[in-house]
């Protein structure tokens, strides 16, 4: 089991930058596979990026492609969200989350464990 805290969200103008953390705490944290997402108000919760325990699979969001990329630092037991060029459509809260299996598992079947989310707000 982990507990996850996000950090780093807050308001940024158009094409600015932002990088998101996630802060875990447990034993087995590096085997864990890890992904942020976000919901907008009005909107849907949506898939944004995972990253596998060593870092060496990753997946985007086609609406994200290219502007964010997500890394990991296990001896920190941090996830990280780095977001470029960031548009008003990017508005939302992020979430961290983390499943005690595959990245390709978890992209399946759900994650297991969550933070309490980060607000996000990009003005035009």
């Known amino acids: 089991q982990v507990q996850l805290v996000e950090s780093g969200g807050g308001l940024v103008q158009a094409g600015g930058s932002l990088r998101l953390s996630c802060a875990a705490s447990?034993?087995?944290?590096?085997?864990?596979?890890m992904g942020w997402f976000r919901q907008a108000p009005g909107k849907e919760r949506e898939f944004v990026a995972a990253?596998?325990?060593?870092?060496?699979?990753?997946y985007y969001a086609d609406s994200v492609k290219g502007r964010f990329t997500i890394s990991r630092d296990n001896a920190k037991n941090t996830v990280y969200l780095q977001m470029n060029s960031l548009k008003p459509e990017d508005t939302a809260v992020y979430y961290c989350?983390?499943?005690?299996?595959?990245?390709?598992?978890?992209?399946?079947?759900?994650?297991?464990?969550w933070g309490q989310g980060t607000q996000v707000t990009v003005s035009s």
């Open positions: 447990g034993r087995t944290y590096s085997s864990y596979a």
């Open positions: 989350a983390a499943a005690d299996r595959t990245t390709a598992q978890a992209m399946e079947y759900g994650y297991d464990f």
């Open positions: 990253i596998s325990g060593s870092g060496g699979i990753i």
